[in-house]
């Protein structure tokens, strides 16, 4: 048998609200520092599941029926106007920085007011990860999964409350059945997401299908369910009755500050990219928030007397406006201000914006806004509104399909392509010549290429390179390029500004994919005496013992030119950083490696990255200039050294 209790705000939730707001603030703005403060969605996804429930539980224990329109309706309200507020002010900002940010904006503002953005961006390949221009709305994935859980779990309780509509069963036995069955629902539906989960993050790399599916992240809404059926805000379990009235004040701020204690601990330890963090990771986040609401929802129990923080529950009822304006203000002032001052300025626009949409915008669509001039103050929205949306249409219109980056790193991939192609017919003719025969010729004609480069350009790499041994280990003269999508951005421009070199350039490479296309070209023949490697933008956590696999690889004959990865937003602890540090010390052990230190040289050249993301600089003329610059440089720094022996 339930019991209605007298409170239906219940004190102390806020703080737990404040804690998801404040862990997901602390992954965007310092995602190195704090690289697990994603799991704070968990904490909103298992309160949300929790409050909607209870408010269900309570209402057929009131009403006896569940209305599904009435909570839709209250769903709309709550979160849709909000949401258009956020869309209205944020597009013209876009204004300020360049055309690449609003890529794609007709596309992302149809996916966020259809709130399936968690699926387009699966469609898209988006994620808060990615190495390029993130989608000013890809936050937005947070609603599309709450709103489907909405929709379903509406459903699916609105069919329970029908079927328990007979008159002759007991109103007891009625709410006893049916908060039951709820429990056995939730319970089934969060093991079948865990389990999915579980299943389809097999093998990932990249972990963002199963993050951004409702059909995989729906567990902790669910399990937020369950714990409504176990408790509840105003109608609750004799037992939760009975537990609350022995429990004294001090034991669920312990159980509080200690589970939120250890929920910050974990946003330290748990990463984006990691198996384990799915779901054993959000797991453990979701387990944490039921604990915190469990305690909570007993402090409100025992400290009748005592008031909430007046800062606490106005930070509280703005977390999810601020959670909505957060990500597009930073990704616009990153653009234009260093850290420290995108981060202020995106806190204070967020912060001003909620309490305009919680306390005058939202109650003024609602009807509840108290005022003199109703219709004055209405009308002037309106006007305000229409001139914002006028130019949010225009930054639509002129959004492009792709951005400059996009653009500049497909161009070059074909073109990379067609050289390739281009070197199909002898390579096919090789390979069908003795072993012997077909090295030989490879040989040779790179050693003519080289030789007719060295009269060319007397002061060059070639001209220079009186060490080589290359031809003694039948190794091909030249210079082989391997990088990622800062080399395939600038690709053609290599190709002819590098002697003799081909480039063979791919978006996300990392330094393990490099070692092994360096093994399958040399097994192949075609790895040239020179080796560039270019791959440390995205180094891994093993970036130390790949880089020792790579200088193991490298056969005899070669020169390996090591080109330092750069980041504008790099910190000293990130791994490409780190690479960077090992990378130097590498010539003083080997003297066959020489550096090209593109991260001393971009740092010393940041126009070159005007408008770009502070990685790639495609598409600027001064970049390309200054990156092959950089490794023809180092190329004749190498050819003046000795080869591998």
């Known amino acids: 048998m339930a019991n209605t209790m007298q409170h239906q705000h219940i004190k102390w939730f806020g703080l737990i609200r404040i804690l998801g707001l404040l862990m997901i603030l602390g992954y965007h703005f310092f995602k190195v520092a704090y690289p697990g403060g994603f799991i704070g969605v968990d904490l909103f996804f298992v309160f949300s599941g929790f409050l909607i429930t209870s408010l269900m539980i309570d209402e057929f224990s009131k009403t006896q029926r569940f209305d599904l329109l009435g909570f839709l309706r209250r769903r709309f309200y709550r979160i849709v106007p909000a949401v258009i507020m956020m869309i209205l002010i944020v597009v013209p900002f876009t204004l300020l920085v360049s055309p690449d940010v609003i890529t794609g904006l007709s596309k992302q503002i149809e996916a966020t007011l259809g709130f399936v953005t968690n699926w387009y961006e699966l469609a898209t390949g988006g994620s808060y990860e990615t190495n390029f221009i993130p989608h000013l709305f890809v936050h937005t994935w947070f609603l599309g999964v709450e709103m489907q859980f909405y929709l379903v779990w509406g459903l699916v309780v609105w069919g329970v409350s029908q079927l328990l509509k007979n008159p002759e069963v007991p109103m007891h036995e009625r709410r006893a059945r049916f908060r039951g069955i709820l429990f056995a629902l939730a319970l089934l539906l969060s093991a079948g997401s865990l389990a999915l989960m579980w299943r389809q993050s ?29 408790t509840g805000v105003a109608v609750v379990p004799k037992w939760f009755r009975r537990a609350a009235s022995r429990t004294q004040a ?7 500050i200690l589970a939120a204690g250890t929920t910050v601990w974990l946003g330290t330890w748990v990463r984006f990219d990691a198996a384990f963090t799915y779901p054993a990771g959000l797991v453990a986040a979701t387990g944490l928030a039921m604990v915190m609401i469990i305690a909570a929802r007993l402090l409100h129990e025992a400290t009748p007397n005592t008031e909430e923080p007046k800062f606490a529950v106005a930070l509280a009822g703005l977390s999810y406006g601020i959670y909505l304006y957060h990500w597009p203000f930073f990704v616009i002032f990153s653009r234009l201000f260093d850290p420290a001052l ?56 002129a959004a492009p399909a792709l951005s400059q980056l996009e653009t500049t790193l497909w161009t070059e991939g074909v073109q990379q392509d067609l050289a390739q192609y281009d070197r199909i017919a002898p390579e096919i003719v090789a390979a069908h010549s003795p072993k012997q025969t077909a090295a030989a010729d490879r040989v040779a004609q ?33 210079v082989s390029v391997i990088g990622d999508s800062v080399t395939l951005g600038t690709a053609s421009y290599l190709t002819a500004h590098v002697a003799n070199a081909v480039v063979d350039a791919e978006g996300d490479r990392t330094m393990n994919q490099a070692v092994t296309l360096v093994k399958q070209q040399q097994a192949a023949g075609t790895l040239r005496e020179f080796v560039v490697v270019a791959c440390g933008t995205n180094s891994l956590d093993d970036y130390a013992a790949v880089l ?34 090992l990378e130097h010390a590498l010539p003083a052990a080997h003297h066959w490696v020489t550096l090209a230190d593109w991260a001393a040289a971009a740092a010393a050249h940041p126009e070159v990255f005007k408008g770009t993301d502070g990685v790639h600089f495609g598409g600027h003329q001064d970049g390309n200039v200054l990156f092959a610059q950089t490794i023809n440089d180092a190329l004749v720094a190498a050819a003046k050294k000795p080869a591998k022996k």
């Open 202 to 230: 097999q093998g990932l790399k990249d972990f963002t299908p199963v993050y951004f599916s409702s059909l995989t992240h729906a567990f902790p809404l669910f399990f937020g369910a369950l714990l409504a059926t176990l």
């Open 250 to 256: 001090w034991l669920p701020i312990l159980v509080l």
């Open 446 to 478: 790179a050693k003519q290429a080289a030789a007719q480069s060295a009269k060319t350009d007397p002061h060059g790499y070639q001209a220079q390179n009186r060490q080589s041994t290359a031809a003694e280990h039948n190794i091909p003269a030249g």
């Open 548 to 581: 020792q696999q790579l200088l193991d690889t490298i056969a005899p004959g070669h020169k390996l030119v090591l080109v330092t990865p750069f980041n504008g937003k790099a910190q000293p602890d990130w791994n490409s950083s780190k690479l960077t540090g």
């Open 342 to 397: 995108a981060i202020a300025a995106t806190l204070v626009l967020s912060v001003a914006f909620a309490a305009l949409s919680v306390y005058l915008v939202e109650p003024l669509i609602a009807g509840k806004l108290k005022t003199s001039h109703p219709k004055l103050l209405g009308t002037a929205a309106a006007l305000i509104a229409a001139v914002l949306a006028a130019v949010s249409v225009r930054q639509v219109q």
